[in-house]
């Protein structure tokens, strides 16, 4: 049981590590003065789940959830 409070620290750790990393490397939401005159929509939104950030925000919320599951079986174990 010591062996897996210690796996489950350093896999927490190092989920918390590479989340801050990923939300770091993600674009800000705003859209500035295109989003009032309706610009904003390119090719470049309407195709977003296949770009580079498409594929950031994914792993961001499968990250996160994977993070929060860590944390509460470090919860019921501690």
Known sequence: MHVLKIALVIIFVLLGV????IILMQE???QGLGA???MAES???KNRGRSVEGALEKFTK?????????ALA?????
């Open 18 to 21: 590479a989340l801050s990393a």
């Open 28 to 30: 800000g939401k705003s």
């Open 36 to 38: 009032i005159s309706g």
């Open 43 to 45: 090719y470049w939104s």
């Open 62 to 70: 499968f990250a996160a959830v994977l993070f929060f599951i860590v």
């Open 74 to 78: 470090l919860d019921v174990i501690w």
